[in-house]
């Protein structure tokens, strides 16, 4: 049996979806990510003959299947093999606690599940922080971590939303991404002006116009200074 194939068995006995964008890090044993990209690289060389390229004697093409592999498992899908950043958190229970809104710029690079195409832009995250405080780097590392898999702009909102949620224990927050998508300048309609907004609000980012207000006239402030 395959390694792939009793990876796929694990996952099927615990009741575990494994989608493009699921996390599946539980689920794997010591040695098991070395062996995916072994057995990876063997099905990247048979596209690789498949496309009819010679990656014996093209320069540009030998150890190329191998690339790929390791590409796919430690850089643009290595949220589905890796755990949570480890975000520790402060508590904010101090007489002069902070109470105030907290929005935080983060840049992705994720994954089209539809056609493996990038997908790069930026996360706005905003709290109204709680009880705990994490590090601002986590914000970015947490959103990254919910990026690099392949997945949909939509469900990677919720996904960042749900996490920034989990580490912070905040109930009131918000997320907008804006993103270009390889899938539609490099394929298709190949409209390379594209742009995809998506939001996310929860509690008083929903419901309080004032909240909401004080988000977009942070998201706009940051767009104004962001480095270009």
Not at 10 to 28: H, M, P, T, V
Not at 58 to 68: E, I, Q, V
Not at 155 to 178: K, M, P
């Amino acid at each position: 049996m395959k390694k792939y194939e009793e990876i796929i068995e694990r996952c099927k006995n615990a009741d575990k979806r494994y989608w493009a964008g699921d996390n599946i890090a539980r689920l794997l044993q010591s040695g098991d990510k070395e062996q995916l990209i072994d057995e990876a690289t063997e099905a990247f060389e048979t596209v690789l003959d498949t496309l009819v390229i010679d990656r014996h004697t093209d320069p540009n093409s030998k150890g190329t299947a191998r690339r790929l592999a390791k590409m796919y498992f430690n850089e643009i899908m290595a949220g589905r093999y890796d755990y949570r950043p480890d975000a520790t958190a402060f508590p904010n229970d101090s007489e002069d606690r902070y109470e105030g809104m907290l929005v935080v710029r983060s840049e992705l690079k994720s994954m089209c599940s539809h056609h493996h195409q990038p997908v790069t832009g930026v996360a706005y995250i905003g709290i109204i922080a709680a009880d705990k405080l994490i590090g601002l780097s986590k914000y970015t590392r947490i959103a990254q971590w919910c990026a690099r898999r392949g997945t949909l702009q939509e469900e990677l909102a919720n996904d960042i939303a749900r996490e920034i949620a989990y580490s912070t224990g905040a109930t009131n927050l918000g997320v907008y991404i804006q993103a270009t998508h390889g899938c539609c300048e490099n394929r298709g309609i190949m409209a390379h002006s594209s742009l995809t907004q998506t939001t996310v609000l929860k509690g008083s980012f929903k419901d309080d116009p004032a909240t909401k207000k004080e988000f977009f006239d942070n998201i706009k402030l940051q767009q104004e200074f962001a480095p270009r």
